[in-house]
């Protein structure tokens, strides 16, 4: 699989390690990207892949490539194998964002600490009714279709207005063809939450990295309950709640989520 990805190399001459950052639906890498400045500048090595269908991404036909869970579990640990990555540090948000947190289960030797944003953590967990649509025959096919998706999903998941500027990179891939609305709607359709949310609960009864959870607790879509619980119950995950953001935090509050970073991952 060809993948698109982001890079920004560290700003100074300390080497603080590589920080992978994993976005969520109907995003891509672009959304990190002010993050991604942040992060380098005290001397992170930091990289944002479009996963497989999104972005600027490979968007092969579902026959070649299932968008189930599995696959981009699959795909994405080939990513890490071409680009030599140990060690990492590892975030992720949204929906899909949860196929993260399976391979960081599964790879436990991959990871020094994990970092959640606003992503489905329990079998509570359910896909908004905006996000459902996308996966419904012929309605879905239209609607995904439409490149003011991502406006009317990013906004309204965030609750703040997004520049012009950034819509327009947000738009771009769905301009340019109609393969990624076509594997958006494979993703949604394959996306298996009911499953994935029973590895990622059973995954977190063992984990013992360190973790934080960075939340928007205004989140229309994702209860802050089962991020609190976690927190409550692990000594090892940590939580900082933003009151105001909500699913898309990384949005609009860079500099607040970038300092916990810094502050959280290895000196």
Same mark, same amino acid.
């Given at each position: 699989?060809? %993948?698109?990805?982001?890079?920004?190399?560290?700003?100074?001459?300390?080497?603080?390690?590589?920080?992978?950052?994993?976005?969520?639906?109907? !995003? #891509? =890498?672009?959304?990190?990207?002010?993050?991604?400045?942040?992060?380098?500048?005290?001397?992170?090595?930091?990289?944002?892949?479009?996963?497989?269908?999104?972005?600027? =991404?490979?968007?092969? $036909?579902?026959?070649?490539?299932?968008?189930?869970?599995?696959?981009?579990? *699959?795909?994405? *640990? +080939?990513?890490? $194998?071409?680009?030599? /990555? @140990?060690?990492?540090?590892?975030?992720?948000?949204?929906? /899909?964002?949860?196929?993260?947190?399976?391979?960081?289960?599964? #790879?436990? @030797?991959?990871?020094?600490?994990?970092?959640?944003?606003?992503?489905?953590?329990?079998? +509570?967990?359910?896909?908004?009714?905006?996000?459902?649509?996308?996966?419904?025959?012929?309605?879905?096919?239209? /609607?995904?279709? +439409?490149?003011? /998706?991502? $406006?009317?999903?990013?906004?309204?998941?965030?609750?703040?207005?997004? =520049? $012009?500027?950034?819509?327009?990179?947000?738009?771009?891939?769905?301009?340019?063809? !109609?393969?990624?609305?076509?594997?958006?709607?494979?993703?949604?359709?394959?996306?298996?939450?009911?499953?994935?949310?029973? @590895?990622?609960?059973?995954?977190?009864?063992? %984990? +013992?990295k360190p973790t934080l959870l960075i939340w928007g607790m205004a989140d229309p879509w994702l209860s802050s309950t089962p991020a609190e619980k976690l927190a409550e119950a692990n000594s090892n995950i940590k939580m900082f709640k933003l009151e105001e953001?909500? #699913?898309?935090?990384?949005? #609009? %509050?860079?500099?607040?989520? =970038?300092?916990?970073?810094?502050?959280?991952?290895?000196?």
């Amino acid at each position: 699989m060809e %993948w698109f990805y982001r890079q920004i190399e560290p700003g100074s001459e300390a080497d603080r390690g590589t920080v992978l950052l994993l976005h969520g639906l109907p !995003s #891509h =890498s672009f959304g990190w990207y002010e993050v991604m400045e942040k992060l380098a500048q005290p001397g992170f090595n930091a990289i944002a892949p479009d996963w497989i269908g999104s972005g600027f =991404s490979e968007k092969p $036909d579902k026959r070649d490539f299932p968008y189930t869970p599995e696959a981009f579990i *699959t795909a994405l *640990t +080939d990513f890490v $194998d071409a680009l030599k /990555l @140990e060690n990492f540090n590892l975030v992720v948000q949204g929906f /899909l964002g949860s196929v993260g947190l399976q391979y960081a289960f599964r #790879h436990p @030797e991959k990871i020094e600490r994990l970092v959640i944003l606003n992503t489905p953590l329990s079998k +509570d967990a359910k896909l908004p009714w905006k996000m459902k649509q996308w996966g419904i025959p012929f309605v879905g096919d239209m /609607l995904t279709q +439409d490149p003011l /998706l991502v $406006d009317r999903t990013l906004e309204g998941g965030s609750g703040f207005v997004i =520049s $012009d500027e950034n819509l327009a990179v947000y738009r771009k891939p769905f301009l340019m063809s !109609s393969s990624v609305g076509r594997a958006l709607v494979a993703t949604i359709q394959q996306l298996k939450l009911e499953q994935t949310m029973a @590895e990622i609960e059973a995954g977190f009864l063992n %984990w +013992d990295k360190p973790t934080l959870l960075i939340w928007g607790m205004a989140d229309p879509w994702l209860s802050s309950t089962p991020a609190e619980k976690l927190a409550e119950a692990n000594s090892n995950i940590k939580m900082f709640k933003l009151e105001e953001a909500k #699913h898309y935090p990384q949005e #609009h %509050w860079v500099k607040e989520i =970038s300092d916990k970073m810094i502050q959280f991952f290895p000196r």
